[in-house]
């Protein structure tokens, strides 16, 4: 078999059909009454449809300190491994969504323009974009089908393809009339309870059906009955691509733009057929509001409208109606959302003409991240092996990026004694001594403008991009590549005008610097004191003295045989490792033997790893030992003897086995930290 007619089997094996008979569903009226019967949610609002969407995906409760945060899964992007997954922002979708469920149960909400505000690059157009997509997905499945109705053709009234659409995706229950609405929801909604979704019949026929719908009652001489065989009505499946139920509008240059781009224009071609420029079946219902009814719009930029736009807004949000070119005001249904950032936002506060439009909108503050470890993911989601081919990322290249990004976002704290780098610690969910989750919280709050304000993420994309392709020759990017161009890019930066902004950020990237020196000075320290046996042996001396001083006893000289005081010197090597000072190294000493003791009681055997703290101290004191037999300072030299490039080579294969490195990436920073221990060394000569 050829390997194309491979490929059409399993297209056909895996195809649907029954799906795409559910999508592409065409009945009458009547059967359309008996779907909302079963299930009232096919008549839902935009906002509930959309709220309903989120939902769908589930909600997980997330404990915090001693809050209880949600956490919606729908803005992982699932459907995308992630492609536009959202990080860091939590309160922001909370507000969001909480705005959602508030319009979806018709509190007031759902009569607001929704205005996602914050710098650039801080997500605004992901959340529309993600909200948008999610929605064209969910009216594709069973739980979030909806329906529109259209008119059989008079002359061909057996001819589907002949069915006149309404250009504005109806909901087909407006065509019962006013005074029997009340009495058609009791009947849909009998049997139901309280808490049951309930049938509301709202908004009336836009032009173009309120002008069939009269033509066809005049033709059956007011039989209502009649006119309703001529509806059909089909499943609505939304499309951003196909302009159904999904629109965006974009500001363009004020000479360019049209209000008709909103509500409709005139389609002058058919007024010669139609005999007037008011008969709606001579205008094209093709707006961005029209397009979007039943669904959601998205307004990008949406304070840089011109006010001729910002009138239709305004109707569109409070009224939900619109007034397209000589046509009475049309009833709408779709959810508008807008985002903005912050100099277009403080002209609108400042502008007392826009008071009415800052009275219409619900402001959801949309900021930079602040919280190191989410800020890492948004990188790590563009720059991994996965994406990044032929070119090895090395440790921390990307975590000091993205340090130096939160940095930048931080206000300096008030409290004395505080560095901004231990701030951003404190937010990443690391402890320091004399801080409680309280005080983290009172940070928090004396902060009022953190993350408004700050690089923007596009910013450390573009420059780590730049260091992928700067260095051809290397086989890997290091943290100094990418902080290098973080660094140069700051004389060009086109949102930093402020030449003592720039300063601050040059000085900060230092303190990143600073940082990475300690990290990566204590991997190496770790990687050549990873050596478990002589680990474990050296805990074992530790254990013998301080066991025999505990309890006032001697120490069997494994050499002479002979019994000797417990050996203090050692014990005091190890413990100034991790800052036990001389008047605490017996409470300490107790401490692990009581530990130990608690162990064996359980019937537990004693490891050093499972004391995060000794093993910290014997990792240092290996260490400080085995320095100068590996002679790492020599590396910075052109001669290395064999047997110091032997113990070289283990600890390079430790950090790539052990911490992630690349063999090239490995070398420098050995080389990097051998540099250090160098000046270490010739300071003190």
Not at 9 to 20: I, K, M, N, W
Not at 273 to 285: C, E, I, L, V
Not at 343 to 356: C, G, I, S, V, W
């Amino acid at each position: 078999m050829s390997e194309g007619r491979t490929i059409i089997d399993l297209v056909a094996q895996r195809q649907d059909r029954e799906q795409f008979r559910r999508k592409n569903w065409i009945g009458t009226f009547q059967e359309y009454l008996d779907l909302v019967r079963d299930n009232p949610k096919v008549t839902r609002t935009a906002y509930q449809r959309l709220y309903d969407m989120i939902l769908s995906y589930g909600v997980d409760t997330i404990e915090s300190g001693r809050e209880k945060r949600k956490h919606y899964r729908f803005f992982d992007d699932p459907q995308n491994d992630g492609k536009d997954a959202v990080f860091g922002l939590r309160g922001s979708l909370d507000h969001l969504v909480n705005a959602l469920e508030s319009a979806a149960n018709g509190y007031g909400i759902e009569r607001r323009v929704l205005l996602l505000h914050g710098p650039v690059g801080s997500s605004k157009s992901t959340i529309a974009r993600l909200l948008k997509a999610g929605l064209e997905r969910y009216s594709a499945t069973d739980d979030g089908a909806l329906y529109t109705l259209g008119w059989v053709s008079e002359d061909e009234p057996d001819n589907p393809d002949a069915i006149d659409w309404c250009p504005m995706n109806e909901e087909p229950l407006h065509l019962i009339p006013q005074r029997f609405r009340s009495e058609v929801e009791a009947r849909l909604n009998a049997g139901r309870g309280e808490h049951d979704y309930q049938v509301r019949i709202t908004g009336e026929l836009d032009p173009f059906c309120r002008f069939v719908y009269q033509q066809r009652l005049k033709k059956y001489d007011g039989d209502w009955t009649r006119v309703i065989q001529d509806i059909r009505v089909k499943r609505l499946i939304l499309s951003e691509k196909d302009r159904i139920g999904i629109g965006t509008f974009q500001p363009k240059d004020e000479k360019n733009q049209d209000a008709t781009e909103l509500t409709g224009d005139i389609n002058y071609r058919k007024i010669a057929q139609y005999g007037s420029d008011s008969d709606p079946r001579a205008f094209n219902f093709d707006g961005e509001f029209n397009i979007a009814n039943r669904g959601i719009i998205e307004f990008v930029e949406v304070l840089k409208l011109d006010v001729a736009f910002l009138y239709d807004l305004l109707g569109a949000s409070q009224e939900h109606r619109i007034k397209p070119k000589k046509f009475a005001q049309t009833d709408i249904d779709e959810v508008i959302i807008g985002h903005t950032n912050e100099p277009e936002y403080k002209r609108l506060q400042n502008n007392e003409f826009m008071e009415a439009l800052r009275d219409r909108t619900v402001k959801i503050d949309v900021p930079y991240v602040t919280i190191l470890k989410n800020e890492i993911k948004i990188y790590e989601k563009d720059y991994n092996s996965k994406t990044v081919k032929g070119k090895h990322i090395a440790p921390h290249t990307i975590e000091m990026a993205a340090m130096w990004a939160i940095l930048t976002r931080l206000e300096e704290p008030k409290h004395a004694g505080l560095t901004r780098l231990q701030k951003l610690k404190l937010y990443n969910g690391k402890t320091l001594p004399g801080f409680t989750e309280d005080n983290i919280k009172e940070l928090r709050d004396q902060a009022t403008n953190e993350g408004m304000v700050g690089i923007s993420p596009r910013y450390v994309q573009d420059k780590i991009s730049n260091a992928l392709v700067a260095h051809p020759e290397s086989k890997s990017i290091n943290p100094f590549m990418v902080l290098n161009e973080l660094e140069s890019g700051l004389k060009h930066h086109s949102l930093i005008n402020s030449e003592e902004t720039k300063q601050e950020y040059r000085e900060l990237l230092s303190v990143v610097k600073e940082e990475y020196e300690n990290i990566v000075k204590n991997e190496v320290q770790r990687a050549i004191a990873a050596d478990e046996d002589a680990l474990a042996r050296l805990c074992g001396n530790y254990i013998d003295n301080v066991r025999a001083y505990t309890q006032k006893e001697k120490v069997k000289n494994a050499f002479t045989g002979q019994y000797e005081e417990p050996d203090e010197r050692l014990m005091r090597s190890i413990e100034e490792k991790i800052d036990i000072p001389d008047s605490r190294k017996d409470d300490f000493r107790r401490e692990i033997m009581n530990y130990i003791a608690a162990l064996m009681m359980d019937g537990k055997r004693f490891d050093y790893k499972s004391n995060e703290r000794l093993y910290k101290a014997l990792e240092l004191k290996l260490f400080e030992d085995q320095k100068d037999t590996i002679k790492l300072t020599s590396l910075v030299s052109n001669v290395v003897d064999a047997d110091t490039q032997k113990k070289i080579d283990v600890v390079k294969d430790r950090l790539i086995r052990n911490y992630g490195y690349d063999d090239e990436s490995a070398t420098d920073v050995l080389n990097y930290v051998a540099s250090i221990f160098a000046r270490g060394d010739s300071k003190r000569d």
